[in-house]
Every structure is written in C-alpha cells, then in structure tokens.
C-alpha cells in the first residue's frame, strides 16, 4: 500500500526556517520522480517543488525559488524541503507525492506568522 507522511511543520516567524521530511512506502523509491505540493486556505493546491528519482533535477515554482531547496536519501526513502526565509504567503499545508499517482498523506501545516 502506497504511503506518503509528511512531518516538520509548525509556526514560524517570517524569515524563519523549516525543514519538512516525507517518509514514502510502498512503491519503488528509488525509481520514482516525487514532488512537494502545498495548499494555501481557500486555494488550489500547486506544486512546490520536485525531484528526480536519483536527487539530480529538480524543479521549483518560481516564488520559492532561492528560498527552498528539495532533496532525498533513497537508503531511508525519504524527501525533504528545505526552507529558508520564510515568508506569511509560504502558509499552507503541505503534501508529497509521486506525480501521475493519486496517492496523498495527510500533509504538515506550516504557518508563517508574526
């Protein structure tokens, strides 16, 4: 059974960091592309940010660019999300996933807030 949980959120003050963490089972990690969504209250849910299956390309909205930084260890099947200063538009509940598939967690809410 597929499974994603997200861990790592919480309130923090702008320019402040967090480190998000996605533990992923059930399917090949290793082989698979996965990304980082996140959705903000009363808003779509977008994507965030995505890498490729062995660490080497990743992707990133435009917004967070500079600010976040994804990476994996597939020994621990795990991706994380980096993120650096900050800001209150970053509030949001956060969520992986293995683009294609219609697996979710439960995601990690991440309040930007003074």
């Known amino acids: 059974q597929v499974q994603f949980v997200e861990f790592g959120g919480g309130l923090v003050q702008p320019g402040g960091s967090l480190r998000l963490s996605c533990a992923a089972s059930g399917f090949s990690f290793s082989e698979s592309t996965i990304s980082w969504y996140r959705q903000a209250p009363g808003k779509e849910r977008v994507l965030v940010a995505q890498i490729s299956s062995g660490g080497i390309h990743t992707v990133y909205r435009d917004s967070v660019k500079g600010r976040f930084t994804i990476s994996r260890d597939n020994a621990k099947n795990t991706v994380y999300l980096q993120m650096n200063n900050l800001k209150p538009e970053d509030t949001a509940v956060y969520y992986c996933?293995?683009?294609?598939?219609?697996?979710w967690g439960q995601g990690t809410q991440v309040t930007v807030s003074s």
């Open positions: 996933k293995r683009p294609g598939y219609d697996h």
